[in-house]
């Protein structure tokens, strides 16, 4: 099967614009969960979808959200960017009723 | 909530020695620990992980034990090599039962020296 994979890799945006990250999970997988990696916080949960519900939620601020698609692919969104919101973003998938979670490549945002 | 601490956060060994990392956890409920290895530049890879019915699960040089009534859990690298470089992450779940949420620890960087 193909890995979980994600678009655009990189990506280059100005404060206060708002960016739009895709995930494609593992064929079969109907959970997707984001995460945020940065050197200082390391892997910290953002939120996740499962059969186009958010099912949970981390402890970020309203400027980030999220959906999921039927065919389990899934977007997040960041509104009004700051300097602080430069991180790699990654989504990871998961199977039905298990906990293992299979990581896509991630987006490296940079914020100017 | 669950809370996943991990030591040390740098590690260096020389090839061929053993390497051992180690993370403690806070809800006793928790049920499953998977350990990733991420090398840089690149995604975390899931390596191992044990479920709490089990103390100890070995798959060629790398093992990982649990100790429930201490909560703690440990991954084992044997004979390393210079590709064993990279940061290894342990994880748990946010709660027993939550599949969806991981919480993990701050990672160890581990570097082999040929």
């Known amino acids: 099967k193909a890995g979980v994979t994600q678009t655009p890799r990189y990506l280059i945006k100005t404060r206060g614009q708002q960016v739009t990250l895709s995930c494609s999970p593992i064929s079969g997988h109907r959970s997707v969960s984001w995460y945020q990696q940065t050197p200082g916080q390391g892997l910290q949960f953002l939120f996740e979808?499962?059969?186009?519900?958010?099912?949970n939620k981390g402890n970020f601020p309203g400027r980030f959200s999220g959906r999921q698609f039927s065919n389990s692919r899934s977007e997040m969104n960041v509104s009004t960017l700051e300097l602080g919101d430069s991180a790699l973003y990654l989504c990871a998938s998961s199977p039905v009723r298990t906990y293992e979670q299979y990581f896509g490549p991630g987006t490296r945002l940079t914020v100017t | 909530g669950e809370n996943v601490e991990q030591h040390p956060s740098t590690l260096s060994v020389q090839e061929g020695d053993s390497a051992v990392i180690k993370c403690t956890y806070s809800?006793?409920?928790?049920?499953?620990f998977p350990w990733y290895k991420q090398e840089l530049g690149k995604r975390p890879q899931l390596i191992i992980d044990i479920r709490s019915n089990v103390g100890e699960k070995k798959d060629q040089r790398i093992a990982v034990t649990l100790n429930k009534t201490a909560k703690h859990f440990s991954l084992h690298i044997t004979e390393t090599q210079p590709e064993d470089s990279a940061v290894y992450f342990c994880a748990a779940p946010e709660s027993s039962g939550n599949t969806g949420k991981l919480i993990f620890g701050q990672g160890t960087t581990l570097q082999v020296k040929p």
């Open positions: 979808y499962f059969s186009e519900t958010q099912r």
């Open positions: 809800d006793s409920a928790s049920n499953y």
